[in-house]
């Protein structure tokens, strides 16, 4: 587990996958928020974008996440649950998020998605050169 959150957090970017209305994946790229000991990733994103019509819908989602200097990789299987909590909301609050935001933390269209892990499988390929692997699968 350590690996993976290390991996996450070293990362600016995950790739969220989500089900689109006729059940084919779409993916699209986030920016990783702080992840803390308990694996439980989260974004934010607008309420008004098709990946929230899309949880609303189907709730399962993947996240893969990869690291191209070292090539370890994680995709996680998971539960998304869409959060409004203002508390929450201020705490992961990024300045950038304003271009998006205009109203700040209370924009109304601003929201979090929390990921809840249920399978992980962690890659580490090794030195290209040798090619060892470690190949780790986490059931939470």
Same mark, same amino acid.
């Given at each position: ?32 928020? *702080?992840? $803390? ?6 974004? &934010? ?10 949880? =609303? +819908? ?37 300045? *950038?998020? $304003? ?6 933390? &209370? ?10 892990? =249920? +399978? ?21």
């Amino acid at each position: 587990k350590k690996k993976v959150v290390a991996l996450i957090n070293r990362n600016r970017y995950s790739k969220l996958i989500t089900f689109g209305p006729d059940n084919a994946p779409r993916g699209r790229i986030m920016t990783n928020l *702080p992840l $803390g000991k308990d694996m439980v990733i989260w974004f &934010a994103t607008g309420l008004s974008t098709s990946k929230i019509r899309d949880i =609303k +819908k189907n709730p399962n989602v993947s996240v893969f996440v990869d690291d191209p200097d070292d090539l370890t990789n994680a995709s996680i299987a998971g539960k998304a649950e869409i959060v409004t909590d203002a508390r929450l909301l201020k705490k992961f609050w990024q300045e *950038p998020f $304003g271009f998006f935001f205009p109203g700040g933390p &209370a924009d109304p269209d601003y929201c979090l998605l929390k990921i809840t892990p =249920k +399978k992980v499988e962690y890659l580490d390929p090794g030195p290209t050169f040798y090619q060892t692997r470690v190949r780790t699968i986490i059931t939470m």
